[in-house]
């Protein structure tokens, strides 16, 4: 089997506060002004942690210095992930930003930033 | 009878070596297969835009020659049709390269076809459009626009091999749709047989970005590591007439395929998972699983797909006047400090020697930049390293060429004039192409192949269809 799937995942003590990158992995993709934000649990007893505290008044609060106007969160439990979909996020998308990332693809990192209590 | 689906190239500007052994998979197994290369985004439709106005024999992937030079041999041998959206803005220039290539192949001639009906430009005046749901920009006047093009489903591409096309040219359609087009001419499945369609377009949807299903755009050292990153192996969908999927890839390339890879290209690029549009088929993802049924090998099953939408997604371009970036760089003691002085002497600058609707934007790279705003919220909140390696960058948008030089030359200036120990200044301007996204009315799209002469472009066969369509 794959070197990945065997990995044992940096170990998170039960109540603590730690970023969002250990407990899950993520991805950006980017429509326009939109983006998406994937994100998994790498573990499945962390899942409900991800349910609990990413919320989309969180992500919203996380991106709102870059305009965000609204984040929609689609569960997904067979995945053990969600999808966050953020409107008007990349100030302008790739064709219309000054950024340099105008896609957003770096992004996916500053989800990953945030912080999270584990269970 | 499985049919494979190999990934040739999942964007404009990916590696030009990946399709190779891709093929020499498809060759060993001996399966009917067919290789999809991917190359058009957002960005580079507007970029072959801006290019087919400099040139008008220019606008399709710049790169195509080197993608398919190294395979076109074997794939024409055996009969492993080739499709791709490399056409961009030029379809039919794409086709004449191509054309040119299989001259130089072993058997000297090959059927190529040409996929017709999404540049929609000249009709846009007349279409009903409507506003796609997270777009906000106004469509431009008639005299800012540059194209109009129409993401096509699959149906044309499928004409194409009904044709007999070997390799199959296309601009603006749908990247998945790529993937379920042989599919659908293999299997003969029905246009309303939605599970099956959007098992198809979800293989498209794996495949369609190559290597980010197989360990590409993934890695992340100590947390999720990915062995042979250098020879990462682009994806093999296995499909079976039934809709079942098996994600894998080459033996012997690097990179892996693993459930979380598969998961993180399964939502990529999605917005609601239970309707996830595309021009064929409306795929729902609610009951999707994935599992890991070997080394390098995942199963996705449980898609669900709905009637196909009513209107089409259409990509409108236009004039965005120019655009501009400059940089310099500042390490060592003090340098963040130096950096910020440099930034804050180059908008006072800006303030009087450019007009006040000169867009701009100063990142300090090192600092805060990709996950800043505008206005530079991080950069005056987050705390720096005083003595790190930073680069202060400007990017500036205006319609008139000369403001953005201008911009740019000031941040230039900063060499002798700026603080101290500043280098490696680099500038850049261009014109800027803007799109946005309208949707149009599927009955207004005519969408239809046509097999390519080469002495010819307006086939009789063109024409013919043309007119057919029209009555």
């Known amino acids: ?119 | 009878m499985t049919f494979l689906l190999g990934s040739g190239a999942g964007f404009s500007g990916d590696r030009t070596d990946a399709a190779i052994p891709v093929v020499a998979e498809l060759i060993r197994r001996g399966q009917p297969a067919a290789l999809i290369f991917e190359t058009l985004g957002e960005r580079t439709l507007a970029a072959a835009h801006r290019a087919m106005r400099d040139d008008p024999e220019a606008g399709f992937e710049p790169l195509l020659e080197e993608l398919l030079a190294p395979v076109l041999d074997d794939c024409l041998k055996h009969g492993i049709a080739i499709l791709g959206n490399f056409g961009a803005a030029n379809p039919e220039g794409a086709c004449r390269l191509v054309a040119g290539l299989v001259a130089d192949t072993e058997r000297g001639t090959a059927s190529i076809g040409q996929v017709h009906g999404d540049d929609i430009r000249a009709r846009l005046g007349e279409l009903e459009l409507q506003r796609w749901e997270a777009e906000s920009r106004e469509l431009p006047g008639e005299e800012a626009l540059i194209s109009a093009n129409v993401y096509l489903g699959a149906a044309p591409l499928v004409e194409a091999l009904a044709l007999g096309a070997e390799v199959v040219v296309s601009g603006r359609v749908a990247d998945p749709a790529l993937f379920l087009a042989p599919l659908v001419h293999h299997f003969g499945w029905a246009w309303d047989d939605w599970d099956r369609l959007a098992a198809g377009m979800m293989a498209g949807h794996l495949g369609e970005c190559g290597a980010q299903v197989t360990g590409g755009y993934f890695a992340d050292p100590g947390v999720k590591d990915v062995p042979g990153l250098a020879t990462v192996g682009y994806p093999i969908i296995e499909v079976e007439e039934d809709g079942s999927l098996v994600v894998t890839k080459p033996a012997g390339t690097g990179g892996m395929v693993t459930a979380r890879t598969v998961k993180e290209q399964l939502l990529y690029e999605v917005h609601d998972p239970a309707n996830y549009l595309t021009p064929d088929v409306v795929v729902d993802l609610s009951a999707v699983t994935v599992r890991e049924i070997g080394p390098d090998r995942v199963a996705v099953s449980g898609i669900r797909g709905k009637p196909a939408p009513q209107r089409l997604k259409t990509t409108v371009c236009y004039e965005g006047g120019w655009q501009g970036e400059a940089e310099i760089s500042y390490a060592g003691p003090n340098a963040l400090a130096r950096a910020q002085l440099a930034a804050e002497v180059l908008r006072e600058r800006l303030a009087f020697r450019a007009p006040s609707e000169l867009r701009s934007r100063l990142d300090i790279v090192g600092h805060a930049s990709v996950f800043d705003s505008d206005a530079g919220d991080l950069q005056r909140s987050v705390q720096g390293n005083a003595s790190g390696d930073y680069r202060l960058r400007l990017a500036a948008e205006h319609a008139e060429r000369r403001w953005v030089e201008r911009a740019t030359q000031e941040l230039l200036a900063l060499y002798c004039a700026g603080p101290a120990g500043g280098g490696g200044v680099r500038r850049q301007y261009q014109r800027r192409v803007c799109t946005a996204s309208y949707l149009v009315k599927r009955s207004d799209v005519n969408a239809f192949a046509t097999l390519f002469d080469a002495s010819l472009f307006e086939t009789k066969m063109a024409n013919e269809r043309r007119a057919a369509h029209a009555n």
């Open chain 1, 1 to 119: 089997m794959p070197t990945e799937a065997n990995r044992v995942m940096p170990s998170a003590t039960a109540g603590r506060e730690v970023p969002l990158h250990r407990l899950a992995h993520a991805r950006a993709g980017d429509k326009g002004d939109r983006l998406n934000l994937a994100l998994f649990a790498y573990e499945p007893q962390h899942y409900q942690a991800l349910v609990a505290q990413v919320t989309e008044e969180r992500v919203l609060a996380l991106f709102a210095h870059r305009g965000a106007s609204r984040v929609r969160r689609y569960l997904m439990p067979g995945l053990c992930g969600m999808n966050l979909v953020i409107d008007d996020v990349l100030q302008g998308g790739v064709n219309g930003a000054l950024n340099l990332d105008g896609h957003g693809k770096t992004l996916s990192f500053l989800l990953l930033g945030m912080s999270v209590v584990t269970e």
